[in-house]
Nanobody
Framework: QVQLVESGGGLVQAGGSLRLSCVVS????????MGWYRQAPGKQRELVAG???????NYADSGKGRFTISRDNAKNTVYLQMNSLKPEDTAVYYC???????????WGQGTQVTVSS
């Protein structure tokens, strides 16, 4: 059974930084594209950043220039470096594998990011 365990969230002031990590177990991590998603209260979950199995990245407009996604296949881990955080980045952040627009695994518990103004 695939497990996704996110960590690294917290409370930070606007302009601050956080680095999120997601460890994946029970899956052949290296063959899948991985994404970071977030869900703010009252809003739908949205893709923030994605990285292919070859390391090609893509970002939602909201994170371009501020967020960096990376992966370490040896550690079955995907990261999200978030800089210049804004209050509107406040959300629960999740990772998952995806194929096109299809999410491949059950969601983990996520990690809460709260940015104060």
């Amino acid at each position: 059974q695939v497990q996704l365990v996110e960590s690294g969230g917290g409370l930070v002031q606007a302009g601050g930084s956080l680095r999120l990590s997601c460890v994946v177990s029970g899956s052949i991590f290296s063959i899948y594209a991985m994404g970071w998603y977030r869900q703010a209260p009252g809003k739908q979950r949205e893709l923030v950043a994605g990285i292919t199995n070859r390391g090609n990245t893509n970002y939602a407009d909201s994170g371009k220039g501020r967020f960096t996604i990376s992966r370490d296949n040896a550690k079955n881990t995907v990261y999200l470096q978030m800089n210049s955080l804004k209050p509107e980045d406040t959300a629960v952040y999740y990772c998952n594998a995806y194929l096109g627009t299809t999410i491949l695994h059950n969601w983990g518990q996520g990690t809460q990011v709260t940015v104060s103004s």
